[in-house]
């Protein structure tokens, strides 16, 4: 859309850039180029003109779109990247694209999702305007027991994402949820296609939901003791998320040119965790009123299991794909 391409080439500028330049660039007329300023100007962004100079970004709103996030992007990256204003679950738009061939890497994006989807299907609030709903494709012929340490090292990019976007850490409940101050801000749902023959896996799709400019009003009841958002946890000051869905792209494709391989993940990870020395209740999973067992977290050991001692002194590795860990701020 060529909207998002002035979009784009305005939002590069730190200062003003002729409409003929920008004809020039995108092969466009210049009274093409005039009508997508006014069109983004409808959409609320602040766009001085001078004769002579051209025009001029002085105030952009909270819009995801292409051209804004592909404004912190080269443009060899954008090509296959998809932003939406709303769909039922970006992992499902995802789905269907992987099926028909979409390379690894291929990004859907949404600034809100009316089905989106949790764990253990449960649903995941994701209200337009003030939140990240981003899913990225990813083949990395590996078999299942590598999706733990896929899990965790998408958990890591995030938080490098959220770090190198706005400056601020963020704390890891084992195994993948994001917190600020104990609560949550960040969920990550990974769904797995196996070809039958090889038992590798053909799609991996890595969904990534981030709580980030909404405010306590924005969560349904009963989540507002245990979810929050970037800005709540900020003093209600509001962030780009373009710059974050950007960053988290990046650090994406970093993770998939860094698999299988690389000790950075678990050192991170060990840095931002603060499930081990805990006491935590682990349930079985896949079992409905399973009987849960308390115990204490000791450690994350290199496959991203978790070392737990029982009242007994026995010692167990957890994995995730056997047990949830609950309790230990009052979510799963």
């Given at each position: 859309?060529?909207?998002?391409?002035?979009?784009?080439?305005?939002?590069?500028?730190?200062?003003?850039?002729?409409?003929?330049?920008?004809?020039?660039?995108?092969?466009?007329?210049?009274?093409?180029?005039?009508?997508?300023?006014?069109?983004?100007?409808?959409?609320?962004?602040?766009?001085?003109?001078?004769?002579?100079?051209?025009y001029l970004i002085t105030e952009s709103p909270d819009i995801l779109?292409?051209?804004?996030?592909?404004?912190?992007?080269?443009?060899?990256?954008?090509?296959?990247?998809?932003?939406?204003?709303?769909?039922?679950?970006?992992?499902?738009?995802?789905?269907?694209?992987?099926?028909?061939?979409?390379?690894?890497?291929?990004?859907?994006?949404?600034?809100?999702?009316?089905?989106?989807?949790?764990?253990?299907?449960?649903?995941?609030?994701?209200?337009?305007?003030?939140?990240?709903?981003?899913?990225?494709?990813?083949?990395?012929?590996?078999?299942?027991?590598?999706?733990?340490?896929?899990?965790?090292?998408?958990?890591?990019?995030?938080?490098?994402?959220?770090?190198?976007?706005?400056?601020?850490?963020?704390?890891?409940?084992?195994?993948?949820?994001?917190?600020?101050?104990?609560?949550?801000?960040?969920?990550?749902?990974?769904?797995?296609?196996?070809?039958?023959?090889?038992?590798?896996?053909?799609?991996?799709?890595?969904?990534?939901?981030?709580?980030?400019?909404?405010?306590?009003?924005?969560?349904?009841?009963?989540?507002?003791?245990?979810?929050?958002?970037?800005?709540?946890?900020?003093?209600?000051?509001?962030?780009?998320?373009?710059?974050?869905?950007?960053?988290?792209?990046?650090?994406?494709?970093?993770?998939?040119?860094?698999?299988?391989?690389?000790?950075?993940?678990?050192?991170?990870?060990?840095?931002?965790?603060?499930?081990?020395?805990?006491?935590?209740?682990?349930?079985?999973?896949?079992?409905?009123?399973?009987?849960?067992?308390?115990?204490?977290?000791?450690?994350?050991?290199?496959?991203?299991?978790?070392?737990?001692?029982?009242?007994?002194?026995?010692?167990?590795?957890?994995?995730?794909?056997?047990?949830?860990?609950?309790?230990?701020?009052?979510?799963?």
């Amino acid at each position: 859309m060529l909207k998002d391409e002035v979009l784009k080439l305005l939002s590069r500028e730190k200062d003003y850039i002729s409409g003929e330049t920008i004809s020039r660039k995108l092969g466009v007329t210049r009274a093409a180029v005039n009508s997508a300023v006014k069109a983004l100007r409808n959409d609320g962004y602040h766009i001085e003109s001078s004769t002579n100079k051209g025009y001029l970004i002085t105030e952009s709103p909270d819009i995801l779109s292409k051209g804004s996030v592909s404004s912190y992007l080269p443009d060899q990256r954008c090509s296959d990247i998809l932003l939406f204003d709303s769909v039922g679950s970006t992992n499902n738009v995802l789905k269907e694209m992987a099926s028909k061939g979409a390379p690894s890497g291929t990004v859907v994006i949404a600034d809100q999702q009316t089905s989106g989807k949790g764990r253990r299907g449960r649903s995941f609030a994701s209200p337009s305007g003030v939140g990240i709903y981003f899913s990225y494709l990813f083949r990395p012929e590996d078999g299942l027991d590598k999706i733990s340490d896929l899990t965790s090292w998408s958990a890591i990019a995030v938080a490098d994402a959220i770090k190198n976007a706005y400056g601020l850490e963020t704390q890891i409940k084992w195994v993948n949820d994001l917190l600020m101050n104990r609560k949550k801000i960040c969920g990550i749902l990974t769904e797995v296609t196996v070809e039958g023959e090889s038992g590798l896996i053909d799609t991996c799709i890595i969904g990534i939901g981030i709580n980030v400019n909404e405010t306590p009003s924005d969560f349904p009841a009963g989540l507002s003791d245990i979810a929050t958002s970037i800005s709540i946890e900020n003093g209600g000051r509001k962030f780009d998320r373009s710059r974050l869905a950007a960053e988290l792209v990046k650090t994406m494709d970093k993770l998939r040119s860094d698999w299988p391989s690389s000790s950075y993940y678990i050192e991170r990870y060990r840095e931002l965790n603060i499930t081990a020395g805990s006491k935590i209740t682990a349930y079985p999973r896949m079992v409905e009123n399973g009987e849960g067992r308390t115990e204490t977290a000791l450690a994350v050991n290199d496959d991203f299991s978790l070392k737990v001692e029982f009242t007994d002194g026995s010692i167990e590795n957890l994995r995730s794909g056997e047990v949830s860990v609950r309790g230990l701020y009052g979510y799963t």
